[in-house]
């Protein structure tokens, strides 16, 4: 089995850098790492980096996943292949690019471009944030699904994914102690669904609510609270139509041997339990 220890990184083509820049910057409130002619690093915690804008084409998106060594990653290499999956096998010039050790790059199920990653670089430069966003970290992921329940399979038995709860047929799956670092929507084709940052409280998501709104980003769902994980949350629109999420509370598992995943409906209700409602944000069909 494919251990997962956390998510890594994102990367996403952008044909407008400068763009992406301003947004991340004063909008997000990431820190620049680092700018290329063709490559954007950002900060969001003591990593090095946690989102790469690279010029392209804006479906060219891509989630890094760290294990935990270089066997580790042989390992996941002959698993993958033996289940009919191409791999890739990043090349050092490609590994400098993701600022990562060794990585290799496949497909799930639905042909989302997944990338595992080996020692991820971290900063010794306390991150420094662009704005006042309040901003602690990377956090998770939602990920399009074609089919939720094979690829709830593909991301449970084949790597260490537990599901945490259900809305309807979506899994809230983590890898580690967080209620959920992936989540799949369904969806017609691949991609990334929304990107989340955790913040530091409750006024942060309030106050981005308010700051966000004042610069015209198109607030989509929220302030609102996930019933499944208890986070208090705020989605957001960024450049290339990507959904940005803050949000502050969620649970943690605390014991693995007893924890049951709870089934939630597939309604509003189960999506915020105060009552806000997705504006100009998809949410899947059953």
């Excluded at 820190?31 to 690279?54: F, M, N, P, V």
Aim: contains cysteine; proline residues 6%; hydrophobic residues 35%.
């Amino acid at each position: 089995m494919i251990q997962l220890k956390d998510v890594s990184y994102v990367r996403l083509g952008s044909p407008d850098l400068e763009s992406a820049e301003i947004f991340a910057t004063t909008c997000l409130g990431l820190q620049i790492a680092e700018r290329g002619k063709k490559d954007l690093y950002l900060r969001s915690d003591a990593r090095a980096h946690t989102l790469c804008y690279s010029e392209g084409n804006p479906n060219d998106q891509t989630v890094g996943f760290e294990v935990e060594d270089e066997a580790s990653l042989q390992e996941a290499a002959s698993t993958l292949e033996s289940l009919g999956h191409a791999v890739h096998a990043g090349s050092p010039h490609e590994a400098e690019q993701r600022k990562v050790r060794a990585f290799i790059g496949f497909r799930d199920p639905t042909g989302n471009h997944i990338e595992l990653v080996v020692r991820p670089e971290r900063s010794g430069r306390r991150y420094f944030a662009s704005r006042d966003a309040g901003i602690t970290g990377f956090s998770h992921i939602g990920l399009n699904s074609s089919d939720p329940a094979r690829d709830e399979r593909f991301w449970t038995q084949v790597c260490n994914a537990r599901v945490s709860d259900r809305i309807g047929d979506i899994p809230l799956m983590r890898v580690n102690a967080i209620h959920h670092t992936i989540a799949l929507v369904r969806a017609p084709k691949a991609g990334i669904q929304h990107i989340n940052h955790q913040v530091e409280s409750s006024d942060d998501v309030l106050r981005s609510y308010y700051f966000l709104s004042e610069r015209r980003v198109p607030i989509v769902f929220g302030p609102g609270r996930h019933p499944t994980s208890g986070a208090r949350f705020l989605y957001f629109e960024g450049p290339d139509g990507m959904i940005f999420e803050y949000s502050v509370g969620v649970d943690e598992i605390e014991d693995e041997t007893t924890h049951r995943p709870r089934q939630f409906g597939f309604e509003p209700a189960s999506f915020c339990m105060w009552g806000s409602k997705p504006a100009g944000m998809t949410l899947p069909n059953n």
